[in-house]
């Protein structure tokens, strides 16, 4: 398997853009989690989702934020508006199958917004 | 809710040298507590993990303890070397269906030649 697959890697948007994140969880997976990670706030858990329902959003930062997992292979975190605050590094991470206790992180989406 | 607390925030030990990083948590129900190790600029990945029916586990030259009485566990790492440099997270969870990691706030492990 390859992995959990985020894109894209990197992004560059100037504030009041539609900021768009994508992650692939490893087959198998029934559990997908959205991190931010900051200097300031280190690793922050958005929200994670359960055989693709939400169980906990309580992380989501305000109503610019959202997510959507559709079905068991992709899940989108879309930021609308974008602030400059809001750059940083998102993380998906997915859980599940026989090392069901572990979370496999992708490689991370470095957002920057001017 | 759990609440994890990890110490130091930032650790600079001797090359060869061991060094300990200690977190503690609040909620009596957690019974998964998992570490990782994030290099600079890549993911976060499990290094090692230890379930509370178990006091200690160790993989070559790490080892993690834990004292559930105390609420603290702890990460070893014995002769240290320059590629154990990173940022080491500790977490805590109950192990049910839908449970979530509650993450210490990491520390930055230095070691220097």
């Known amino acids: 398997d390859a992995g959990v697959i985020q894109s894209p890697r990197h992004e560059v948007t100037e504030m009041g853009q539609e900021v768009t994140l994508r992650c692939k969880p490893i087959s198998g997976h029934n559990s997908l989690f959205w991190y931010r990670q900051t200097m300031m706030r280190g690793l922050e858990l958005l929200i994670y989702?359960?055989?693709?329902?939400?169980?906990?959003d309580s992380g989501m930062p305000e109503d610019r934020f959202s997510a959507k997992m559709p079905n068991a292979s992709f899940s989108t975190l879309k930021i609308q508006p974008s602030e400059p605050r809001d750059s940083a590094v998102y993380f998906c991470?997915?859980?599940?199958?026989?090392?069901?206790?572990?979370?496999?992180f992708g490689a991370g989406t470095r957002l920057s917004v001017l | 809710g759990e609440n994890v607390e990890q110490h130091p925030s930032t650790l600079s030990v001797q090359e060869g040298d061991s060094a300990v990083i200690k977190c503690t948590y609040s909620d009596s129900a957690s019974n998964y507590f998992p570490w990782y190790k994030q290099e600079l600029g890549k993911r976060p990945q499990l290094i090692i993990d230890?379930?509370?029916n178990v006091g200690e586990k160790k993989d070559q030259r790490i080892a993690v303890t834990l004292n559930k009485t105390a609420k603290h566990f702890s990460l070893h790492i014995t002769e240290t070397q320059p590629e154990d440099s990173a940022v080491y997270f500790c977490?805590?969870?109950?192990?049910?269906?839908?449970?979530?990691?509650?993450w210490g706030a990491g520390t930055k492990l230095i070691i220097k030649p």
């Open positions: 230890i379930r509370s």
């Open positions: 991470a997915s859980r599940g199958g026989v090392t069901k206790n572990i979370q496999y």
């Open positions: 989702f359960n055989n693709n329902v939400p169980i906990d």
């Open positions: 977490a805590a969870s109950p192990l049910d269906s839908n449970y979530q990691l509650i």
